[in-house]
């Protein structure tokens, strides 16, 4: 069974200030998919990446970053000088393929509120 | 190009009636998921449909739950009797299939709240 863990429930960081949410997962499977998505107060959720376990490089978008690392099994994401307009919940998710080539569900971690203050 | 969308935004009923919410993937996703958030606990997976088959809906909690996906265009999601346990959340996802380059990642909808007293 698959199961994401992001252990931070809230945080609480002032503007401009770097802050890094942490997500770690179990799986059996060798070919798997990690996903972080965003949920602003609007209530939507929106993706924010995929990483492949097959591609350990770190990635960088912007103000963002994601670090992933197999050994540790976690893959954690950094926002960079946050602003308010990052405040939101985050959610860290895992999923893979079925045979299909269609994706199957995706596990959710519990989310972590960021609120950012100016 | 038009992203999920999902009717209604929001519905309040009472214990015993029903309610029925619907979701329109994006235009050419094979793949529907219907997932939901009850009040401080996790995003939990219901069903998923690969055009208009069930083919996967060890999610759902019981048969008063009731998923349809009829020409494998938009998917209803029918809840009948609704109980006080049944508010939350609802998502929608959708996503491609076969060899398109975003297999992999399901795209959401904004969520119908439901609430139920």
């Known amino acids: 069974a698959q199961k994401v863990t992001q252990a931070q429930t809230e945080i609480s960081v002032v503007e401009k200030e770097d802050v890094t949410l942490d997500c770690v997962y179990e799986?059996?499977?060798?070919?798997?998919?990690l996903f972080w998505y965003k949920q602003p107060p609007s209530g939507e959720l929106v993706f924010l990446i995929r990483?492949?376990?097959?591609?350990?490089q770190n990635e960088i978008s912007g103000r963002y970053s994601w670090n992933f690392q197999k050994s540790t099994s976690s893959f954690n994401f950094t926002i960079t000088a946050s602003q308010v307009v990052d405040s939101a919940v985050y959610f860290c998710?895992?999923?893979?393929?079925?045979?299909?080539?269609?994706?199957?569900?995706?596990?959710f971690g519990s989310g972590t509120q960021l609120t950012v203050l100016p | 190009e038009a992203g999920v969308t999902q009717f209604p935004s929001h519905s309040v009923i009472e214990k015993g009636q029903t309610v029925t919410l619907r979701c329109d993937p994006i235009s050419g996703h094979d793949n529907l998921y219907w997932y939901r958030r009850v009040m401080g606990k996790e995003i939990k997976f219901l069903l998923h449909?690969?055009?208009?088959?069930?083919?996967?809906e060890s999610g759902m909690p019981n048969n008063r739950f009731l998923a349809e996906r009829t020409g494998g265009t938009y998917s209803t999601l029918k809840v009948q009797p609704a109980e006080l346990e049944d508010s939350g959340v609802y998502f929608c996802a959708s996503s491609p299939q076969g060899t398109s380059g975003n297999k992999e990642t399901q795209y959401f909808g904004p969520g119908t709240r439901l609430l139920v007293l």
């Open positions: 998710a895992l999923s893979d393929l079925i045979s299909s080539g269609s994706a199957r569900q995706l596990t």
């Open positions: 799986t059996r499977d060798t070919t798997y998919y």
């Open positions: 990483r492949n376990s097959f591609d350990e």
């Open positions: 449909f690969v055009k208009e088959s069930k083919q996967d």
